[in-house]
């Protein structure tokens, strides 16, 4: 990918909280960096573990993290099935 090159989840990141600050209308705002990795990582979660086929150890590898993390992810998204 070439610097000039926006990544499709980077654009649509952007647009989201671009809409998000437009719809909250100048209020007070706290907290984005969490609700946006909160938001962001159940739904990378879920496609990961089923391009794994449920596979943790797979999916632990594809994603660059430890095993015993993601095992905290998927229950803290509730995803531990």
Same mark, same amino acid.
């Given at each position: 990918?070439?610097?000039?090159?926006?990544?499709?989840?980077?654009?649509?990141? /952007?647009?989201?909280?671009?809409?998000?600050?437009?719809?909250?209308?100048?209020?007070?705002?706290?907290?984005?960096?969490?609700?946006?990795i %909160?938001?962001?990582? /159940?739904?990378?979660?879920?496609?990961?573990?089923? %391009?794994?086929k449920?596979?943790?150890?797979?999916?632990?590898?594809?994603?660059?993290?430890?095993?015993?993390?993601?095992? /905290?992810?998927? /229950?803290? %998204?509730?995803?531990?099935?």
């Amino acid at each position: 990918m070439t610097k000039e090159r926006k990544s499709p989840i980077a654009a649509c990141v /952007k647009s989201a909280l671009e809409r998000y600050f437009s719809d909250v209308n100048g209020e007070k705002v706290t907290g984005i960096y969490e609700m946006v990795i %909160h938001e962001v990582e /159940k739904p990378m979660l879920e496609i990961v573990m089923r %391009h794994a086929k449920s596979n943790q150890c797979k999916a632990s590898e594809i994603l660059g993290i430890n095993r015993n993390t993601l095992r /905290k992810k998927l /229950k803290l %998204h509730k995803l531990d099935k």
